[in-house]
Protein backbone atom coordinates (compact mmCIF):
# COMPACT_ATOMS: atom_id res chain seq x y z
CA UNK A 1 0.00 0.00 0.00
CA UNK A 2 0.94 3.52 0.11
CA UNK A 3 1.72 4.13 -3.65
CA UNK A 4 2.79 7.39 -5.29
CA UNK A 5 2.96 7.49 -8.97
CA UNK A 6 3.95 10.25 -10.90
CA UNK A 7 3.48 10.73 -15.01
CA UNK A 8 5.44 11.29 -16.71
CA UNK A 9 8.77 9.84 -15.34
CA UNK A 10 11.34 11.68 -18.09
CA UNK A 11 10.18 14.41 -20.68
CA UNK A 12 12.30 17.01 -22.74
CA UNK A 13 10.65 20.05 -23.66
CA UNK A 14 11.69 23.06 -25.86
CA UNK A 15 12.64 26.57 -24.20
CA UNK A 16 9.53 28.29 -23.61
CA UNK A 17 7.13 25.29 -23.58
CA UNK A 18 4.80 24.30 -20.39
CA UNK A 19 5.25 20.93 -18.86
CA UNK A 20 2.79 19.64 -16.59
CA UNK A 21 3.63 17.07 -14.42
CA UNK A 22 1.18 15.11 -11.94
CA UNK A 23 1.19 13.15 -8.29
CA UNK A 24 -1.11 10.66 -7.67
CA UNK A 25 -1.30 8.89 -4.31
CA UNK A 26 -2.88 5.38 -5.53
CA UNK A 27 -4.51 4.09 -2.58
CA UNK A 28 -4.74 7.09 -0.13
CA UNK A 29 -6.45 10.11 -0.05
CA UNK A 30 -3.95 12.73 0.63
CA UNK A 31 -5.24 16.32 1.67
CA UNK A 32 -1.44 17.51 1.66
CA UNK A 33 1.38 16.65 -1.45
CA UNK A 34 5.10 18.34 -1.63
CA UNK A 35 7.34 19.29 -4.47
CA UNK A 36 10.82 18.82 -3.97
CA UNK A 37 13.58 19.93 -6.42
CA UNK A 38 16.30 17.90 -6.52
CA UNK A 39 19.52 19.14 -8.71
CA UNK A 40 22.16 16.76 -9.76
CA UNK A 41 24.20 15.35 -6.87
CA UNK A 42 22.70 17.22 -4.34
CA UNK A 43 19.78 17.42 -1.63
CA UNK A 44 15.97 17.72 -2.35
CA UNK A 45 15.12 21.43 -1.89
CA UNK A 46 11.45 21.82 -1.03
CA UNK A 47 9.37 23.87 -3.64
CA UNK A 48 6.00 23.96 -1.51
CA UNK A 49 2.80 22.59 -0.05
CA UNK A 50 0.22 21.69 -1.55
CA UNK A 51 -3.15 21.02 0.16
CA UNK A 52 -6.32 20.37 -1.52
CA UNK A 53 -8.69 22.68 -2.50
CA UNK A 54 -6.35 25.55 -1.21
CA UNK A 55 -3.89 27.75 -2.73
CA UNK A 56 -0.35 26.28 -2.62
CA UNK A 57 2.16 27.35 0.05
CA UNK A 58 5.22 27.80 -2.02
CA UNK A 59 8.75 27.98 -0.16
CA UNK A 60 10.87 31.59 -0.33
CA UNK A 61 12.68 31.82 -3.47
CA UNK A 62 10.67 29.59 -5.35
CA UNK A 63 8.24 31.41 -8.62
CA UNK A 64 4.65 30.93 -8.00
CA UNK A 65 4.03 32.10 -11.25
CA UNK A 66 6.72 29.84 -13.03
CA UNK A 67 5.72 26.54 -10.93
CA UNK A 68 2.14 26.46 -10.92
CA UNK A 69 0.40 23.99 -9.00
CA UNK A 70 -3.05 22.83 -8.69
CA UNK A 71 -4.54 19.89 -5.64
CA UNK A 72 -8.19 19.66 -7.42
CA UNK A 73 -8.25 15.90 -5.69
CA UNK A 74 -7.51 14.31 -3.00
CA UNK A 75 -5.43 11.70 -4.70
CA UNK A 76 -4.14 14.64 -7.43
CA UNK A 77 -1.75 17.22 -7.63
CA UNK A 78 -0.33 18.76 -10.28
CA UNK A 79 2.99 21.09 -11.25
CA UNK A 80 3.03 22.82 -14.52
CA UNK A 81 6.23 24.46 -15.23
CA UNK A 82 5.79 27.21 -17.05
CA UNK A 83 7.47 28.85 -19.89
CA UNK A 84 10.44 26.38 -19.23
CA UNK A 85 13.99 27.16 -19.61
CA UNK A 86 17.49 25.21 -19.79
CA UNK A 87 17.63 26.17 -15.88
CA UNK A 88 14.30 24.62 -14.99
CA UNK A 89 16.07 21.05 -15.99
CA UNK A 90 16.14 18.95 -12.95
CA UNK A 91 14.63 16.09 -10.94
CA UNK A 92 11.10 16.74 -9.48
CA UNK A 93 9.73 14.64 -7.10
CA UNK A 94 6.22 14.63 -5.15
CA UNK A 95 5.14 13.36 -1.91
CA UNK A 96 1.88 12.65 -0.52
CA UNK A 97 1.12 12.38 3.19
CA UNK A 98 -1.44 9.56 4.16
CA UNK A 99 -3.64 11.51 7.35
CA UNK A 100 -4.41 7.82 8.22
CA UNK A 101 -0.94 6.39 8.68
CA UNK A 102 0.39 9.48 11.16
CA UNK A 103 0.90 11.64 8.38
CA UNK A 104 3.46 9.35 6.98
CA UNK A 105 4.88 11.12 3.43
CA UNK A 106 5.78 8.71 0.36
CA UNK A 107 6.99 9.59 -2.51
CA UNK A 108 6.94 9.77 -6.06
CA UNK A 109 9.39 8.04 -8.46
CA UNK A 110 10.61 11.83 -9.72
CA UNK A 111 10.19 13.37 -13.46
CA UNK A 112 13.34 13.98 -14.94
CA UNK A 113 12.61 17.20 -17.02
CA UNK A 114 15.10 18.42 -19.68
CA UNK A 115 14.07 21.52 -21.33
CA UNK A 116 16.04 22.06 -24.57
CA UNK B 1 14.87 26.64 12.13
CA UNK B 2 14.60 23.11 11.95
CA UNK B 3 17.88 21.51 9.87
CA UNK B 4 19.74 18.33 9.51
CA UNK B 5 23.57 18.00 8.61
CA UNK B 6 25.17 15.05 7.24
CA UNK B 7 28.49 14.08 7.44
CA UNK B 8 30.11 15.02 3.72
CA UNK B 9 30.63 12.37 1.49
CA UNK B 10 30.98 10.67 -1.13
CA UNK B 11 31.96 7.53 1.63
CA UNK B 12 33.97 4.54 -0.25
CA UNK B 13 34.01 1.30 1.05
CA UNK B 14 35.09 -2.31 0.36
CA UNK B 15 31.96 -5.35 0.35
CA UNK B 16 31.47 -6.74 3.90
CA UNK B 17 33.43 -3.03 5.83
CA UNK B 18 31.52 -1.58 8.46
CA UNK B 19 29.31 1.88 7.59
CA UNK B 20 28.46 4.47 9.41
CA UNK B 21 26.88 8.26 7.92
CA UNK B 22 26.58 10.63 11.05
CA UNK B 23 23.31 12.63 10.80
CA UNK B 24 22.84 15.09 13.72
CA UNK B 25 19.13 17.68 13.88
CA UNK B 26 18.59 20.94 14.78
CA UNK B 27 14.52 21.15 15.79
CA UNK B 28 12.07 22.63 18.41
CA UNK B 29 10.54 19.85 20.14
CA UNK B 30 10.30 16.25 19.44
CA UNK B 31 10.53 15.57 15.19
CA UNK B 32 10.20 12.14 14.30
CA UNK B 33 13.79 11.37 11.74
CA UNK B 34 14.00 9.37 8.96
CA UNK B 35 16.79 7.85 6.82
CA UNK B 36 16.09 7.71 2.85
CA UNK B 37 17.75 5.77 -0.04
CA UNK B 38 18.26 6.72 -3.52
CA UNK B 39 19.37 4.03 -6.05
CA UNK B 40 20.64 5.88 -9.07
CA UNK B 41 17.64 7.37 -11.69
CA UNK B 42 15.20 6.48 -8.86
CA UNK B 43 13.34 8.37 -6.20
CA UNK B 44 13.63 8.06 -3.06
CA UNK B 45 12.58 5.08 -0.81
CA UNK B 46 12.47 4.91 2.74
CA UNK B 47 14.76 3.15 4.97
CA UNK B 48 14.00 3.29 8.54
CA UNK B 49 12.35 5.57 11.26
CA UNK B 50 12.39 6.52 14.40
CA UNK B 51 9.70 8.84 16.38
CA UNK B 52 10.54 9.03 19.83
CA UNK B 53 13.98 9.73 21.36
CA UNK B 54 15.68 5.92 22.10
CA UNK B 55 14.12 4.25 19.52
CA UNK B 56 15.93 2.52 17.23
CA UNK B 57 15.06 2.25 13.60
CA UNK B 58 16.22 -1.05 11.51
CA UNK B 59 15.61 -2.56 8.36
CA UNK B 60 17.66 -4.52 5.75
CA UNK B 61 20.57 -4.62 8.29
CA UNK B 62 20.82 -1.02 8.52
CA UNK B 63 19.85 0.88 12.12
CA UNK B 64 19.79 4.21 13.45
CA UNK B 65 19.22 5.08 17.12
CA UNK B 66 17.54 8.47 17.91
CA UNK B 67 19.85 10.06 20.26
CA UNK B 68 18.26 13.18 22.05
CA UNK B 69 20.98 13.75 24.44
CA UNK B 70 23.49 14.16 20.91
CA UNK B 71 20.92 15.38 18.72
CA UNK B 72 21.96 12.36 16.52
CA UNK B 73 20.86 9.34 14.18
CA UNK B 74 23.62 8.36 12.80
CA UNK B 75 23.36 5.01 10.19
CA UNK B 76 25.03 1.75 10.67
CA UNK B 77 25.47 -1.57 8.94
CA UNK B 78 27.52 -4.06 10.16
CA UNK B 79 28.74 -5.56 6.25
CA UNK B 80 28.22 -3.28 3.42
CA UNK B 81 27.20 -5.01 0.30
CA UNK B 82 27.89 -3.84 -3.40
CA UNK B 83 24.09 -3.56 -3.89
CA UNK B 84 24.26 -1.07 -0.97
CA UNK B 85 25.72 1.63 -3.52
CA UNK B 86 23.29 4.71 -3.69
CA UNK B 87 22.71 8.33 -2.01
CA UNK B 88 21.39 8.09 1.94
CA UNK B 89 19.50 11.08 2.70
CA UNK B 90 18.66 12.12 6.25
CA UNK B 91 15.44 13.71 7.14
CA UNK B 92 13.22 15.19 9.85
CA UNK B 93 9.88 16.27 10.27
CA UNK B 94 7.98 18.44 12.93
CA UNK B 95 5.23 16.16 14.51
CA UNK B 96 2.71 18.53 12.71
CA UNK B 97 0.02 17.84 10.27
CA UNK B 98 0.86 19.08 6.81
CA UNK B 99 4.67 19.74 7.61
CA UNK B 100 7.21 18.53 4.87
CA UNK B 101 10.27 16.53 5.50
CA UNK B 102 13.66 18.60 5.79
CA UNK B 103 16.53 16.96 4.13
CA UNK B 104 20.09 16.90 4.79
CA UNK B 105 22.57 17.12 1.84
CA UNK B 106 22.99 13.25 1.15
CA UNK B 107 26.34 11.21 1.42
CA UNK B 108 26.71 9.11 -1.48
CA UNK B 109 27.94 5.55 -0.80
CA UNK B 110 29.81 3.33 -2.84
CA UNK B 111 30.84 -0.22 -2.28
CA UNK B 112 33.24 -2.27 -4.08
CA UNK B 113 34.03 -5.91 -4.40
Known amino acids: ?116 | GNSVTQMEGPVTLSEEAFLTINCTYTATGYPSLFWYVQYPGEGLQLLLKATKADDKGSNKGFEATYRKETTSFHLEKGSVQVSDSAVYFCALRTNQAGTALIFGKGTTLSVSS
Open chain 1, 1 to 116: GAVVSQHPSRVICKSGTSVKIECRSLDFQATTMFWYRQFPKQSLMLMATSNEGSKATYEQGVEKDKFLINHASLTLSTLTVTSAHPEDSSFYICSAQDRLRAYEQYFGPGTRLTVT
